[in-house]
């Protein structure tokens, strides 16, 4: 069992907290799942930074058998890329990784290794909010401590071969927050640079982009394997559905973190 390091942290360890919290996110935004939505950008900082942004996300995002979700590695622990067998536990219940996806990974780059996972928040953020508004779903946690272009294509390439001998219904999950510790107007500025190419589907593009704004949006990897992915089976569109930065809550506009929450379908 994979018990959460983030509660009381990033998000109310107290059930019915929880569950308040997160519901107030979404008391402005419609909850209208989208069918054609095959993946989706969203951010993993404590709720009361990002929880709005990603709210727009998961109101939009269709019931899945099985969600992927793709984080990056902020604690360097276990291998360079690896996925989680185990059921995660979160203050709302617990949710059990889809063995037989799992299993079906050619495991060429992705191992199977739970010391990655261990202490890392990325992926457990975005499980309550799963939780809140579907059931009987499962997870594949991806978490990637290499994240250049070329890991992102093997990768990728592992989860469309798993993805596409399954006939769940799987979507793909990418967690990033964007543009660390700058000015609000001057995250705005790289962050809509990064996110246009995102919102083409270009991968290589959007690692050249990163690459000449120096950008550090900590999940690029994670954004281009699931870009990668539902570009290969079928995505050609991608919206910016909310961008927003820490600013407002942490009241320092100047020494903000962006947020950019981001679907994609055919």
Known sequence: MRIPVVAGQFYPSNPRTLKKEIKS?????PINPD??????????AGYVYSGRTAA????????ADTFVIIGPNHTGYGSIVSVSSDTWSTPLGAVDSD?????SLPRRIIDVDESAHMYEHSIEVQLPFLQT?????RIVSVCMGLQDEETAHDVSDELMDAISETDRKVVVIASSDFTHHKP????YDIDHYVLDPLLE???TEF???????DASVCGYGPIAVMMRVCRGLGANSARLLNYSNSGGAAQAMENVVGYAGVVVGK
């Open 25 to 29: 996110y979404f008391s402005s935004i």
């Open 35 to 44: 069918p054609a939505i095959m993946g989706a950008v969203v951010p993993h």
């Open 56 to 63: 727009h996300v998961y109101a939009a995002l269709p019931n």
């Open 99 to 103: 063995l037989d996806l799992i299993e």
């Open 133 to 137: 508004l579907f059931k009987d779903f």
């Open 184 to 187: 609000a107007a001057v995250a």
């Open 201 to 203: 589907l270009n991968v």
């Open 207 to 213: 690692y050249s982009r990163i690459s000449e704004r």
